[in-house]
C-alpha cells in the first residue's frame, strides 16, 4: 500500500530553523507535484508551498523567503526547509503528492502530519 511518512517536526524558538521530510513508499508508477500545507487551531488549512516534478515551486505569500521546499524524485521524498520561523508558523504540517499508480491513474495521498511550536 502507498503511505506518505513525515518526519522533523518539532519545537524551536522564535528564530530558528527545522527541516521536515516526507518519504512515500509502495509501488508507485510516478510522482506529479507534491504539497506541504498546514492547519493551526481553529484555522482553516492552508496551502504552505509546492513543487511539480520539473522543479517548479510555488509558496505563500507568509513563508516566501523564509522557506524553501525541494524533491528528490529517486527516493520520492518532499523537503521543507524552515528559516526564521515565528509563532504563526505554529501548526501541524501535512505533505500531499499527486501520483500515478500503475493502473495509470492518479490520486492524492496524505502524510500523517508533524506538529511544530515555535515559541516566542
Known amino acids: 500500500q502507498v503511505q506518505l511518512v513525515e518526519s522533523g517536526g518539532g519545537l524551536v524558538q522564535a528564530g530558528g530553523s527545522l527541516r521536515l521530510s516526507c518519504a512515500a513508499s509502495?509501488?508507485?508508477?510516478?510522482?506529479?507535484?507534491m504539497f506541504w500545507y498546514r492547519q493551526a487551531p481553529g484555522k482553516q488549512r492552508e496551502l504552505v508551498a509546492s513543487?511539480?516534478?520539473?522543479?517548479?515551486?510555488v509558496y505563500a505569500d507568509s513563508v516566501k523567503g523564509r522557506f524553501t521546499i525541494s524533491r528528490d524524485n529517486a527516493k520520492n521524498t518532499v523537503n521543507l526547509e524552515m528559516d526564521t520561523l515565528k509563532p504563526e508558523d505554529t501548526a501541524v504540517y501535512y505533505c500531499?503528492?499527486?501520483?500515478?499508480?500503475?493502473?495509470?491513474?492518479?490520486?492524492?495521498?496524505w502524510g500523517q502530519g508533524t506538529q511544530v511550536t515555535v515559541s516566542s
Open positions: 500531499q503528492m499527486n501520483m500515478m499508480l500503475h493502473n495509470r491513474r492518479w490520486y492524492d495521498y
Open positions: 509502495g509501488s508507485i508508477f510516478s510522482i506529479n507535484t
Open positions: 513543487i511539480n516534478r520539473d522543479g517548479m515551486t
